[in-house]
């Protein structure tokens, strides 16, 4: 990652953008486009074809045109895997010009995204490309005279709904392995970060993918992605995004054709500091970062932090010092440990948490106002709060900004008790110097994913998905290429 190479990737026109249906680009069928807006000056990039309902169902057609004739489905999986071993090679050759494109979409500090988008999206083609030809049928353990088969087949029509903070990542978890298992995709991007997927469709058609297989509608989710979520002829519809908006996924498919919905929804992850952690500047340091990077836009940031009282002022001490010494900028510039706030409606969410916070009695110890490095962009301070109770909103609901909530607990009953009040179960962390602990905890807790002595890092080959309000399904590992196969049961008579 050179910065001259980002400054000069950064001053690229990007050309207007179409939707991606059947191998070709077209514009959308009612003319509409809508801006990609950068939230790092507020200067509109491009504008891109805002998909309707026509071309949704356009793009479904030739999904399910394709899986029907077995151009994907049916090619031999030696060749399915070479075609996704190439769509890897292609966006590692892409890597600096995805990385910068997504940056100046939707504004993560490029140190974050340079590996967490094209760096795991190609990780994720590779690994799902291996899977392709070790997807074994079994044979039941029948009575004598009688063969069980069980095949694991394609479903069909996967639609992709995805958000704005990780597009590519995301994306490539789910995209990776419905086309593994043998599917035809249609992929909506958010409308707030919507280009590298557009730039993932035209990568996929170079590397040989046949035209249908891979569709890319960019629009409104209120428009594109109902159309789709309500669309009958989609086998599977699978989500990454906000709890509201999982619950109408849910409705659409229970108002159309009952298609399987898996959602990955949102988190107020608890993280949790013992007094005999190992180190509590790396646990102060991680921990700052497992909630402040990309602005606190990530679904599994650890946004409630739980301190045993013994060590909790000087753990608060700890964090307000390394808050207010991140770096929050351009983030462009390899330096920045703090990028922008996707949008300006997201900035405002922010400030409207913070003050609410405020109003409800927590303390603000550090941050929580808005910045302004480049005029025109959306950019804060990371908020610190302590004297924060369970009761209160900040302790309850998920913001998806850079507010951190601190709490104390005395004994270890206490912690756990207060980590599972929480509807959701995403994402947790365990500070503690004791083994035993730190299995009693992992057990305990009720989460997808529980860290010890660290914050974030699980890589492809582990399950990412939560319980409770925090969704249903799994991205990553070798039980994501489970969801998009369906089993048949062959019953022979001998
Ligand atoms: P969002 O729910 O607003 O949007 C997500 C996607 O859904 C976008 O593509 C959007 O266009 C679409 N959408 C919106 N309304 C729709 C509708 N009525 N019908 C169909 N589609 C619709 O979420 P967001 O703001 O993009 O992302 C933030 C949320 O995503 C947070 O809650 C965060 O926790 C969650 N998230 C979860 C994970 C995870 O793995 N669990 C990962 C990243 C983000």
Redesign the pocket.
């Known amino acids: 990652m050179k910065q001259e190479q980002i400054d000069a990737l950064r001053l690229h026109t990007i050309a207007d953008q179409k939707l991606l249906i059947d191998g070709r680009w077209v514009n959308a069928a009612s003319g509409q486009t809508f801006p990609a807006v950068s939230p790092i000056d507020g200067q509109t990039l491009c504008h891109i074809a805002a998909a309707g309902p026509e071309d949704v169902d356009q793009a479904v057609q030739a999904a399910r045109r394709s899986f029907e004739q077995g151009v994907w489905s049916r090619m031999p999986p030696a060749e399915r895997k070479k075609v996704l071993h190439r769509i890897a090679d292609r966006i590692e050759a892409h890597h600096a010009e995805l990385a910068v494109m997504g940056v100046r979409d939707n504004g993560t500090e490029i140190a974050m995204a340079w590996k967490a988008e094209p760096g795991s999206a190609a990780g994720s083609f590779r690994y799902y490309a291996e899977c392709v030809d070790k997807v074994n049928g079994e044979i039941a353990p029948t009575p004598e005279g009688t063969l069980g088969l069980i095949h694991k087949e394609p479903v069909g029509v996967v639609a992709a ?6 597009p590519l990542m ?1 994306a490539a ?1 789910k995209v990776a392995p419905a086309l593994a298992a043998g599917n035809s995709v249609v992929l ?6 919507s280009l590298s997927l557009l730039r993932l469709g035209q990568l996929c058609l170079e590397a040989g993918l046949p035209p249908g297989v891979l569709n890319v509608i960019s ?4 428009v ?6 309500r669309h009958m002829d989609v086998d599977i519809l699978t ?8 619950r ?2 849910l409705k ?1 498919s229970a108002e159309s054709n009952l298609k399987r919905v898996y ?5 107020k992850s608890p993280n949790i500091v013992f007094s005999d952690a190992p180190d509590l500047a790396q646990a102060a340091k991680v921990s700052a970062l497992g909630i402040y990077r990309n602005s606190g ?5 650890g946004s409630r932090l739980l301190v045993q009282r013994e060590v909790h002022d000087e753990f608060v001490d700890r964090l307000r010092d390394i808050a207010v010494n991140l770096r929050v900028g351009d983030p462009l510039d390899v330096s920045t440990e703090i990028g922008a706030v ?1 949008s300006a409606r ?1 900035l405002a969410k922010n400030l409207a948490a913070v003050q609410s916070a405020q109003n409800e009695g927590a303390r603000l110890v550090v941050g929580g106002q808005a910045l302004h490095p480049i005029e025109g962009g959306h950019y804060m301070a990371p908020a610190l709060f302590d004297r924060v109770t369970p009761n209160m909103t900040l302790a309850r609901e ?1 913001v ?1 900004g850079p507010l951190l909530a601190v709490m104390p607990f005395d004994s270890e009953v206490d912690a756990v008790r207060l980590a599972n009040e929480s509807t959701y179960g ?1 994402a947790s962390a365990v500070w503690t110097g004791s083994l035993s602990r730190a299995h009693r905890m992992v057990r305990a807790i009720k989460a ?1 994913v529980v860290h010890v002595n660290t914050y974030g890092g699980p890589d492809i080959t582990m399950p ?3 319980v409770r309000q ?2 249903n399904g799994h ?1 990553k590992s070798m039980h994501a290429l489970d969801k998009y196969l369906d089993l048949k049961s062959a019953w022979i008579q001998l």
């Not at 909506?188 to 970060?193: I, R």
């Not at 959602?263 to 988190?267: A, P, R, S, V, W």
């Open positions: 709904i995805v958000p704005w903070n990780f995301i978890w909506k991007p958010s409308e707030d970060a629009g409104t989710g209120a594109a992605g109902d159309a789709l979520a989500f990454t995004g906000s709890g509201p908006v999982g109408m996924l659409a959602l990955e929804l949102g988190g836009q990530v679904c599994v940031a996707s997201q998920e998806f995403l997808g990412l998905g939560g925090s969704g991205d």
